[in-house]
Nanobody, 119 residues
């Protein structure tokens, strides 16, 4: 069973930057689509960015030109570089793993990492 561990969250002033990391266990990371999701206080979890096994990327409109998702298959790691942070970026960020294995979609979530942006 794949496990995900996020890190890199913290407190930052508006306009600042943070880089989140998510490390996956196991040997199937390279075939997975990885995503970062944001859950603001009292709101639903929403997709921020995703990256496919071939490194195709997708971003929410609210973070385009500010956030960059990338992956390092040698380290089983996906990153989210967050620049020009705004107070509305505050919340918990979750890493998500999606991969088809033996014809079955396997979805795994990390435990989340808190990001607080102070204005």
């Amino acid at each position: 069973q794949v496990q995900l561990v996020e890190s890199g969250g913290g407190w930052v002033q508006a306009g600042g930057s943070l880089r989140l990391s998510c490390t996956a266990s196991g040997s199937t990371f390279s075939i997975a689509t990885m995503g970062w999701y944001h859950q603001a206080p009292g709101k639903q979890r929403e997709l921020v960015a995703s990256i496919s096994s071939t490194s195709g990327t997708n971003y929410a409109d609210s973070v385009k030109d500010r956030f960059t998702i990338s992956r390092d298959n040698a380290k089983n790691r996906v990153y989210l570089q967050m620049n020009s942070l705004k107070s509305e970026d505050t919340g918990v960020y979750y890493c998500k793993y999606n991969a088809f294995q033996r014809g079955v979609l396997n979805t795994i979530w990390g435990q989340g990492t808190q990001v607080t942006v102070s204005s």
